[in-house]
């Protein structure tokens, strides 16, 4: 069982994407994850968070994509969403969502990493 990500795709810088992410059987004690968050990873490069949302909507983000990404979920669908605007070549990357690591101990997550979505920014 892991997180599925999509949406990802090739846009031009200044575009925009919208990623979506789900599992319908990761639970937290049989209720929605508290926390999630979206994760992106370069080649050669570790994993880095970019923001997260709580259950009750509450949202924070890296510094680098504030005021441009926004991060939503529907706690219903346990899904959560990343919309990505004013996209630069620098936000290339293999897009993931997972239970936020600042949240949580990596044991209780590290098992749901699914293949992420691949987002391209260039011209």
């Known amino acids: 069982v892991q997180f599925v990500a999509s949406g990802g795709g090739l846009v031009q810088p200044g575009g925009s994407l919208r990623l979506s992410c789900a599992s319908a059987?990761?639970?937290?004690?049989?209720?929605?994850?508290?926390?999630m968050a979206w994760y992106r990873q370069t080649p050669g490069a570790q994993r880095e968070w970019i923001g997260r949302v709580t259950v009750d909507g509450d949202t924070d983000y890296l510094e680098s994509v504030k005021g441009r990404f926004n991060i939503s979920r529907d706690n219903a669908k346990k899904s959560v969403h990343l919309q990505m605007n004013n996209l630069r070549p620098e936000d290339t990357a293999v897009y993931f969502c997972?239970?936020?690591?600042?949240?949580?101990?990596?044991?209780?997550?590290?098992?749901?990493w699914g293949q992420g979505t691949q987002v391209t920014v260039s011209s």
């Open positions: 997972n239970a936020d690591s600042q949240y949580y101990a990596e044991a209780f997550y590290s098992r749901w």
């Open positions: 059987e990761i639970t937290e004690s049989g209720r929605n994850i508290w926390s």
